[in-house]
């Protein structure tokens, strides 16, 4: 089974609504994402898939994500939905699904951390 990963970042402040604690007031996270694609053939160049077109993918997500308030976006702004990274790796998630070409191979997981030692990880079953 061969394993690639894609990392990039974006700045976004958020906040979580009806939490008690410090996460409930307005602060902004570097949130680093990392995307693990899976398959055990690879193609004709010796590549499970082009390391090019999963970043592309990642920077159309991101660029909606980065330098805003994740909570004024279409996906958090439903009451009950707070901009977690565990709400945040499952919708890059779901997102990027759509949007890569994925013949032969899966979207394993994706990874959102909030900062260097917090971090969650979406999956599908």
Wanted: glycine share 4%; charged share 25%.
């Amino acid at each position: 089974m061969f394993q690639v990963f894609v990392q990039a970042h974006f700045d976004a402040a958020h906040f979580i609504r009806n939490y008690d604690g410090n996460c409930a007031k307005l602060h902004g996270h570097r949130w680093n994402v990392v995307v693990c694609i899976e398959g055990r053939q690879l193609d004709h160049l010796g590549m499970l898939i082009d390391f090019s077109e999963v970043k592309q993918s990642i920077r159309e997500k991101l660029k909606l994500l980065d330098h805003s308030l994740l909570n004024d976006l279409a996906a958090f702004g439903i009451e009950g939905v707070n901009p977690t990274a565990e709400n945040l790796a499952q919708q890059l998630y779901t997102e990027l699904k759509k949007d890569l070409v994925l013949t032969n191979k899966r979207l394993a997981w994706v990874q959102v951390n909030e900062s260097p030692d917090a971090w969650a990880i979406f999956k599908e079953d």
